[in-house]
């Protein structure tokens, strides 16, 4: 059984960076994308980057290209969100998410995703 877990979320201003972690456990992530959502109140959820763990190759919601950084680490079963110059539209929670995919093509969609977590918050302040 696949777990996802986020944290690093909180309370930050505006221009400030913050790091969202994903402790990914219960299988070998070969083979999989993993991906960050988030979802602000009365929004859908939307993409914002995801990994592929074999490769590392990575794809970005153009709201975020060039501010946010996605990462993973094998070793230690680690997904991160490296986010910076934070605006108040980036106020949302932040979900991970996983799916199994041998096709090389981004996966921007929810429904896309099998596996999520629970959420972690992130409010900036303007």
């Known amino acids: 059984q696949v777990q996802l877990v986020e944290s690093g979320g909180g309370l930050v201003q505006a221009g400030d960076s913050l790091r969202l972690s994903c402790a990914a456990s219960g299988r070998t992530f070969s083979g999989y994308v993993v991906g960050w959502f988030r979802q602000a109140p009365g929004k859908e959820r939307q993409f914002v980057a995801s990994?592929?763990?074999?490769?590392?190759?990575?794809s970005y919601a153009g709201a975020v290209k060039g501010r946010f950084t996605i990462s993973r680490d094998n070793a230690k079963n680690m997904v991160y969100l490296q986010m910076n110059s934070l605006n108040s539209e980036d106020t949302a929670v932040y979900y991970c998410?996983?799916?199994?995919?041998?096709?090389?093509?981004?996966?921007?969609?929810?429904?896309?995703?099998?596996?999520w977590g629970q959420g972690t918050q992130v409010t900036v302040s303007s």
């Open positions: 990994v592929r763990w074999s490769t590392s190759s990575t």
């Open positions: 998410a996983a799916t199994y995919s041998p096709y090389s093509s981004p996966h921007v969609k929810p429904s896309e995703y099998t596996y």
